[in-house]
């Protein structure tokens, strides 16, 4: 649980640095904005994955790809 | 995007600590076996020729960055929906090299620490360093060589009394099979991911000659990993060191001479976690840079934060311990090949079409001119 609560503090205060100094990185609004809309789901998945991942849920998903990816792998 | 335009010795230096970090991720023995070197030799070659591939692909658009090159070639909307798997492959990239090292400081050094607590302090560090420029993570990595270079040079000398030269025979005894699949492995896996590196150039230096900037890292890594992979070799034998996850640091730890010099296998672990820091960097410069281009911000470094955090959450939610991490390398090939092989190749194909449309379509424009012009004089 501890680990949980410190990865979710992370991802906040990530967040809200990024969050912070964008308006000093120049750049048109339109293009600040795109960014903002690509970030906040981005940080919302990460919320989410600190969550599942700090309630100990193993989904091992490199296991899953490999196997999906064994049939390509005999080509040659 | 930087400032200042990055150097050619700053781009070849984080060349050169990308493919060093790779024996981080990528055991120093591979399916080659004690052939491994000899695979690492002709992997050289080959990955010469790839170069050669990104160099022509920059010199046909020298006003261009690696990945505007994609956009100009393939069309905006194809272009930036390559851009964005580059952003993902980038970030796969990142999160294997990010997992291990994570695993390598809890592993080797920190066993008690919780890993948040080494994410907390190398994490915003590492995205710092991608939102100051190209510019810093060269600066960095030319500051860095140095003291990698030397700390592998002295242990490969204070490694010599305890070296077998016989484990390093038969020579060519894997078999072809064996060392064709080990030199692609080389190929794919440590040197083929220059391609990560290869965005840096779009910040560089006009004058600098990228083939033979990217040569001379290429050198100068793949000298390290072949010291490297004979060290590991002849000190522990091709089979033990299949055993080991970080071959580098369990060879060198073998090391003692007198009561003054022993553990130095330190110094392999200072050499992963620097180079293996230039690594993460690299894979998040390359991936903000593709995003940023994906959604038509060009050259904004502000998306790091938020692929950094993906990294490491990617990491997490693809294996569960560092042996999954491991047994998932020989699948990497799989995934990098369209990014190192077809897709610049495709770009280059197409660039050279354009090029050659675009003079005829000049030739032609000037013939007709030419013709226009002496109508009107008759």
Known sequence: ?76 | MGKRKTTDRKISSIIALQIIGSSLVISSVGPAMQDSWIAIIIGVGLSILLTWVYGALLKLYPDRGFLQIFQEAFGNTAGKAVCGLYAAYAIFAGAQTFYIYDEFIKIVGLNETPQVAILMVSLPLIIWHVRSGPDNIGSCAKFLLPIVLIFVGLTFLLAIPFMDVDNLKPVLGSGPTALVHGTFSALVAPLGEIVLVVPFFGVADRNIKPLRVMVKGILIGSAVLLMATLRNLMILGAPTCRLFLFASYDAVGVISIGDFVSRISVLIGINLVLSGIVRIDVSLYAASLSVSEALGTRGSTRPAACCGLLMVVLGYILYNNVLSAVNFIPYIPTISIPFQFIFPLIALITGKIKGAGRKKQAGNGTGERQQRRENAEN
């Open chain 1, 1 to 76: 649980m501890p680990d949980l609560l410190l990865s979710i503090i992370l991802t906040v205060a990530i967040a809200a640095a990024d969050f912070i100094t964008a308006g000093k990185d120049g750049g048109d609004a339109k293009a600040k904005k795109r960014l903002t809309w690509f970030s906040v789901p981005v940080y919302a998945f990460v919320i989410f994955a600190d969550i599942v991942i700090g309630l100990g849920v193993q989904l091992d998903l490199g296991a899953k790809l490999a196997k999906l990816l064994g049939p390509w792998m005999n080509i040659g």
